[in-house]
């Protein structure tokens, strides 16, 4: 039943390990996303994905790659983990062209040691 | 580039009393969409309410409504009647028509006593 799904909600590792979170969408939303809220409740937009398409990558170090193998996925994977990676990580959803809200999971709390 | 501010880190409000957030955004377009969210200690974000820019007409949801004032480009939130759930960090968001991209403001955390 849940809209936006994504795994794991909790992740903890160590400085230098790869990680990945994974994101699944059952709306039908054309369009996903990352968000990274990070200690001061600062919700900032790192990718975007329409229809399989990268269509928005703001300022966001190399380690960080998203992948989308269909419209209804979007991961993330993280290279070489530094302690200042550690937040709240948000995927979301939206059909943006019929004007809907964004649709949020319900987020991966990473907290590298 | 577009922007959205929320001045008030922290708001206070009473029970059963009503509050306002504020929001102020920046842009130069004429066709965009404002929402308001709420984030409770779960960490989910739910949408509070929504408005059309090219709407005249005040966003109204229950206890919560919007004072959309788009010469100037403030964009509030009117709890009424506010309740121990309330309690939550509340965001104000921004998409410009035709884009994909959603501009959170910083958040204003709202603590309701009892």
């Known amino acids: 039943d849940t809209a936006v799904s994504q795994t794991p909600k909790y992740l903890v590792t160590q400085m230098g390990n790869d990680k990945s979170i994974k994101c699944e969408q059952n709306?039908?939303?054309?369009?996903m996303y990352w968000y990274k809220q990070d200690s001061k409740k600062f919700l900032k937009i790192m990718f975007s994905y329409n229809n399989k398409e990268l269509i928005i990558n703001e300022t966001v170090p190399n380690r960080f790659s998203p992948k989308s193998p269909d419209k209804a996925h979007l991961n993330l994977h993280i290279n070489s983990l530094e302690l200042g990676d550690s937040a709240v990580y948000f995927c979301?959803?939206?059909?943006?062209?019929?004007?809907?809200?964004?649709?949020f999971g319900s987020g991966t709390q990473l907290s590298v040691l | 580039a577009q922007t959205v501010t929320q001045s008030q880190p922290e708001m206070s409000v009473q029970e059963a009393e009503t509050v306002t957030l504020s929001c102020t955004y920046d842009t130069s377009e004429s066709d965009y969409y404002l929402f308001w969210y709420k984030q409770p200690p779960s960490r989910q974000m739910i949408l509070v309410i929504r408005?059309?820019?090219?709407?005249?007409q005040n966003a109204t949801e229950n206890r919560f409504s919007v004072n959309f004032q788009k010469a100037a480009k403030s964009f509030s939130l009117k709890i009424s009647d506010s309740q121990l759930g309330d309690a939550a960090m509340y965001f104000c968001?921004?998409?410009?028509?035709?884009?994909?991209?959603?501009?959170f403001g910083t958040g204003t955390r709202l603590k309701v006593l009892a």
């Open positions: 408005q059309e820019a090219y709407k005249q």
């Open positions: 709306l039908g939303h054309d369009t």
């Open positions: 979301a959803s939206s059909q943006v062209l019929l004007n809907e809200k964004l649709f």
């Open positions: 968001a921004y998409r410009s028509g035709g884009t994909y991209k959603y501009i």
